[in-house]
């Protein structure tokens, strides 16, 4: 199974009630192991997460902090786009060469790195005097 259809079997589970919009994420981690997030929206609509948030959260929760690949998939005319704190998300556990896979459930899919999605990233090293 590809990472992207971990991704879109999870995307299975989204909670997605309010917006509609189903999302899966499916990351490895250094080990080789995969974990999978889908979005959990809630009633008080800035409380849901991210598929990627949660597939990440999956991964550290299991003690893995090296984030190897992620893929991301959603119902959409073009491929979705991980969200601007995802990104950074992605930042704290991978460097700008991580590959991320972003596709639609209706078949199509590209590849760009985190470093494309997210230049000049802020990191521990910057917030240090
Ligand atoms: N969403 C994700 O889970 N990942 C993305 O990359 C884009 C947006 C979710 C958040 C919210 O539950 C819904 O999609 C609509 O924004």
Same mark, same amino acid.
């Given at each position: 199974?590809?990472?992207?259809?971990?991704?879109?079997?999870? @995307? &299975?589970?989204?909670?997605?009630?309010?917006?509609?919009?189903?999302?899966?994420?499916?990351? @490895?981690?250094?080990?080789?192991? #995969?974990?999978?997030?889908?979005? #959990?929206?809630?009633?008080?609509?800035?409380?849901?997460?991210?598929?990627? !948030?949660?597939?990440? /959260?999956?991964?550290?929760?299991?003690?893995? *902090? &090296?984030?190897?690949?992620?893929?991301?998939?959603?119902?959409?005319?073009?491929?979705? %786009?991980?969200?601007?704190?995802?990104?950074?998300?992605? /930042?704290?556990?991978?460097?700008?060469?991580?590959? #991320? #896979?972003?596709? *639609? !459930?209706?078949? %199509?899919?590209?590849?760009?790195?985190?470093?494309?999605?997210?230049?000049? *990233?802020?990191?521990?090293?910057?917030?240090?005097?």
């Amino acid at each position: 199974m590809t990472l992207l259809d971990e991704a879109r079997a999870v @995307r &299975e589970n989204a909670h997605a009630p309010y917006s509609g919009f189903r999302v899966g994420a499916a990351v @490895r981690g250094g080990s080789g192991r #995969v974990y999978r997030g889908c979005n #959990v929206e809630n009633a008080a609509y800035p409380e849901g997460v991210c598929a990627e !948030t949660a597939a990440i /959260a999956a991964m550290v929760a299991a003690g893995e *902090t &090296e984030l190897a690949e992620i893929a991301v998939i959603a119902d959409g005319a073009a491929p979705v %786009s991980p969200c601007g704190g995802c990104r950074q998300r992605m /930042a704290e556990f991978a460097g700008p060469e991580l590959r #991320v #896979v972003m596709g *639609t !459930t209706r078949g %199509s899919s590209t590849a760009v790195t985190l470093g494309e999605l997210l230049p000049m *990233t802020f990191g521990s090293h910057r917030s240090r005097a």
